[in-house]
């Protein structure tokens, strides 16, 4: 294959090697392996708070651990069998990878996928990368008809994940006109449940979080209430603003105990936990004092981010909705342990990371 | 007021005063305290799976705990706001007190109710006994124009609890046509679910349990397999019946831990586990390993029966259906303590109570 970056250039990746250890280093350019691949040449990645996790806890790994897995490229070439995507077209590279055709996909849950899998196991690298190998090309990628130096590139990314993850959470809770709303997070994931949640018609959104430009930001995209407080203090503040019943929905977007208690804290009796922030722990209250009491119903998991790119798409071509807001912060690939490091301390929301 | 039973003798009433000591004790007759009241003779209550729990758990209660949350009975007095039940009337005393009015009420959460309760709480005894008083009696009781020697009482009865609890189950769970549904338990819950999901449409019913009696009443309820293995074996059975996949939606009505765990393995990816059984834990797995990676939505609660029975009541009365097989035994009041002998060896299936 061919790539856009210098022949004699090594290609680059990401990797970490521990916590708090991420390195770009030179790979073999990606090559078809099966007739269904294809090749993208990124064109904007990013870092997700999910990768924060491992940026906490991963124990040292000699050989490193490859990273990310949100990003819009170009593809550079095609496997034989591949038929309805073409060389040089703009792609959404979803979170996910799947064949589109089992059972799973067509009931719209391709984290599922039969054939399936995520980015950064076995044979299959990350994308904040120069270039990357994508499985099952068919099924994952979604071509858009942008040019790759439109501005509407940060919005198209917030489709691999995290724009779809939010609107997981609002769906698989049944958000619609008459719900109220409480969001835990204020990070991407948790803005982007807001916006689905307004675009779902919600009738209040109330966002837990205590970065003032997030929650700012966060009224932008529909939050009619802003609560900064925590833990108890934060459950009493969503109690005092629904009449002491806490709201229908509440979106779990964080993944750490703390904010599952403050989401059993914050629901109302009859009403959905919805969560996609992934969780940090196995074990949790689920018993009489908390969900089965009130008849609390939990949902969630990782998000079918494919699946919702058909129709989230329309809006932000047309520019209606905005969510590339949520990137504040951009690298190029060579900086990307800064990224991480501008993450972690909360000094940027979501960082963009250039190849 | 007046009862039907002689009024020189005292009522009679069942309490519980410790693991596996359950007698029946003298008390004063229950007169209106609130004009919202009603009070009711019991003409059949019964013995609830539920009530095993303390049979097996409770610690020594020198003043006894008052039991019963089912019976059908008539009513012999009503306070001065009772409108819409009469003296004479024959009643379904649904094991949830509720104003019928309030949000909650409105939605179908009678359980939730704001100003409701539960039996055999505070003031408000139970119904295993010759006669209650009734909370919110315009609310709570449902009047049906059957004689108390119809045969169609013990159906009546179970729309108490069981029958209104397997049908939230399946509902929680939005069974319908194309449905795959396992339903863990093969006590009156279980089987009530059943008989639920098949009117519901399901398109296959799996019913776990061991009683042959049980089990081929679930058949005839509609269930299309029987598993009578149990955890891991029994996970592997539900697997091997389902291409490996698991079902839709599984019902759990146990509340045993090991009862959750064959839940979460027999549950499909993007399935629901819709839980009945009144929890006997409170932490459980529901991280990245249970409910989380396969998107597994975890529902279920304490049932409204108040608000099913609306719903189920015109099949009972038509004779379509007849949920009272469940009831393969019956005591008199004075033996009540051999009725929970019987359900808790596991030679009754559900015991009726005749005062």
Redesign the interface.
């Known amino acids: 294959m061919t790539m856009n970056h210098e022949e004699e250039d090594p290609l680059r990746a990401t990797f970490m090697y521990g916590a708090g250890d991420v390195r770009v280093t030179e790979v073999p350019d990606p090559a078809i392996v099966d007739p269904t691949d294809a090749i993208v040449r990124v064109v904007r990645a990013c870092i997700c708070g999910s990768d924060l996790h491992p940026y906490h806890s991963l124990p040292d790994t000699p050989t490193g651990s490859s990273m990310g897995h949100e990003c819009v490229g170009v593809v550079e070439d095609i496997g034989a069998e591949v038929t309805t995507i073409e060389k040089g077209d703009l792609v959404i590279t979803p979170f996910a990878w799947s064949d589109g055709t089992c059972e799973?996909c067509r009931?719209g849950?391709q984290?599922?996928c039969r054939h399936g899998g995520f980015w950064n196991a076995g044979d299959v690298a990350g994308m904040q990368a120069e270039a990357l190998r994508v499985p099952l090309a068919d099924g994952t990628l979604v071509a858009v008809p942008v040019d790759e130096n439109s501005p509407l590139i940060p919005s198209l990314l917030t489709l691999s994940d995290v724009y779809g993850t939010g609107y997981h959470a609002a769906i698989?809770a049944g958000v619609g006109p008459h719900t109220t709303v409480t969001v835990i997070g204020d990070g991407a994931v948790g803005l982007m449940a807001v916006l689905s949640a307004k675009q779902l018609g919600a009738e209040r959104i109330i966002l837990m979080g205590r970065h003032t430009d997030r929650t700012d930001l966060g009224r932008d995209y529909g939050a009619t209430d802003v609560v900064t407080e925590r833990s108890d203090e934060g459950i009493a503040r969503v109690r005092d603003l629904t009449g002491g019943d806490g709201t229908h929905v509440v979106i779990e977007a964080v993944g750490h105990m703390p904010a599952y208690e403050q989401a059993v804290g914050t629901v109302r009796?009859?009403g959905v936990i919805s969560?996609v922030g992934?969780?940090q722990?196995?074990?949790?209250?689920?018993?009489?004092?908390?969900?089965?009491?009130?008849?609390?119903?939990?949902?969630?998991?990782?998000a079918p981010a494919r699946a919702y790119i058909d129709t989230l798409l329309p809006r932000v071509l047309s520019g209606d909705v905005d969510p590339g807001r949520v990137f504040d912060a951009e690298v190029p690939l060579a900086d990307v342990a800064r990224g991480y490091q501008a993450m972690d301390s909360r000094s940027a929301l979501k960082v963009l990371v250039t190849p």
Not at 283 to 295: D, K, M, Q, V
């Open positions: 799973f009931a849950l984290t599922s698989k009796a009859g969560r992934v969780p722990y196995e074990e949790a209250p689920i018993g009489f004092g908390s969900l089965f009491g009130p008849n609390i119903t939990l949902t969630g998991g990782p």
